[in-house]
T-cell receptor, first 111, second 114 residues
Framework: NAGVTQTPKFQVLKTGQSMTLQCAQDMNHEYMSWYRQDPGMGLRLIHYSVGAGITDQGEVPNGYNVSRSTTEDFPLRLLSAAPSQTSVYFC??????????FGEGSWLTVV | DAKTTQPPSMDCAEGRAANLPCNHSTISGNEYVYWYRQIHSQGPQYIIHGLKNNETNEMASLIITEDRKSSTLILPHATLRDTAVYYCIVRSAHGSSNTGKLIFGQGTTLQVKP
């Protein structure tokens, strides 16, 4: 039982490049979500999903796409990276009404 | 989800109890109080949660006032490893509004000193 697994852990992108942050969970959780955390700030919700095929926007969705084709996976796509997207990204999952578990984070730098 | 107010920072001597306050004056009847902590930019770690009764687990105790407008997280014997940012969050645990969304504030940075 690995919990919530994020890859890659570190990534450097050039402005305008695209990439996908991967998130997988092995706890059969229905709900998954992506947060970003900027220096000295709390986490902010980007997108979330309440089940396969269902996604919705959070507080800061612009510049990001998500899809949920399986229960286990919830990838986050950056369409055209900008320096403002330099941040630490956390994926999370939970069952309805239960504790939310977080991954260890993905550090992204856009130059 | 209701918003919370926490002091930005606190110090605590190693071995002493750390008492972290949180105000959530707009909390509604079906909202729980959750506490998470984040160590060195790792993923947030769940500590404890409660509705209106005091709660205790192996990590901490949670004291919620009778009017539920504030709460205190207690780490009974703080160690250096408890140095972290502590987040107090209120959210619904049941019903359609529970979609796994958490609204984080800036939290309290707890520094445990030797």
């Amino acid at each position: 039982n690995a919990g919530v697994t994020q890859t890659p852990k570190f990534q450097v992108l050039k402005t305008g490049q695209s990439m996908t942050l991967q998130c997988a969970q092995d706890m059969n959780h229905e709900y998954m979500s992506w947060y970003r955390q900027d220096p000295g700030m709390g986490l902010r919700l980007i997108h979330y999903s309440v089940g396969a095929g269902i996604t919705d926007q959070g507080e800061v969705p612009n510049g990001y796409n998500v899809s949920r084709s399986t229960t286990e996976d919830f990838p986050l796509r950056l369409l055209s990276a900008a320096p403002s997207q330099t941040s630490v990204y956390f994926c999370a999952s939970n069952s309805p009404g239960n504790t939310i578990y977080f991954g260890e984070g993905s550090w992204l730098t856009v130059v | 989800d209701a918003k919370t107010t926490q002091p930005p920072s606190m110090d605590c001597a190693e071995g002493r109890a750390a008492n972290l306050p949180c105000n959530h004056s707009t909390i509604s009847g079906n909202e729980y109080v959750y506490w998470y902590r984040q160590i060195h930019s790792q993923g947030p770690q769940y500590i404890i949660h409660g509705l209106k009764n005091n709660e205790t687990n192996e990590m901490a105790s949670l004291i919620i006032t009778e009017d539920r407008k504030s709460s205190t997280l207690i780490l009974p014997h703080a160690t250096l490893r408890d140095t972290a940012v502590y987040y107090c969050i209120v959210r619904s645990a049941h019903g359609s509004s529970n979609t796994g969304k958490l609204i984080f504030g800036q939290g309290t940075t707890l520094q445990v000193k030797p």
